[in-house]
């Protein structure tokens, strides 16, 4: 019943910018702190940003920070990554994920283990 979709990954080279798009449906929007994450092929799963729901702190690892920005339109049921300066390191498979309010009310780290639902992924590939 829930769902949660990631678009706006591809190709892009390194210094360009790509804007991620999660929408979600099954689920009441407003009230979830929603993160994205990534995984290259080999490597652990990374969390790299986080919006809660109860306040406006936000997350971000420090590998894309000052380059990435996470925000959220609770309107349209839609999380974004903004990702800026891209560089061929954040290559790899992104995902969306929403923890449900009783677990995560504010983004002071990100953990994947307190995070329920995960969208598929979408690729992100950074050419040198």
């Known amino acids: 019943q829930v769902q949660v979709v990631e678009s706006g990954g591809g190709l892009v080279q390194a210094g360009g910018s790509l804007r991620l798009s999660c929408t979600t449906s099954g689920l009441s929007f407003d009230d979830y702190t929603m993160g994205w994450f990534r995984q290259a092929p080999g490597k652990e799963r990374e969390g790299i940003s986080c919006?809660?729901?109860?306040?406006?702190?936000?997350y971000t690892a420090d590998s894309v920070k000052g380059r990435f920005t996470v925000s959220r339109d609770n309107a349209k049921n839609t999380l974004y990554l903004q990702m800026n300066s891209l560089k061929p390191d954040d290559t790899a498979m992104y995902y969306c994920?929403?923890?449900?309010?009783?677990?995560?009310?504010?983004?002071?780290?990100?953990?994947?283990?307190?995070?329920?639902?995960w969208g598929q992924g979408t690729q992100v590939t950074v050419s040198a």
């Open positions: 919006t809660g729901w109860r306040s406006g702190i936000t």
């Open positions: 994920a929403a923890s449900p309010p009783w677990v995560v009310g504010a983004c002071y780290r990100i953990a994947a283990d307190e995070f329920r639902y």
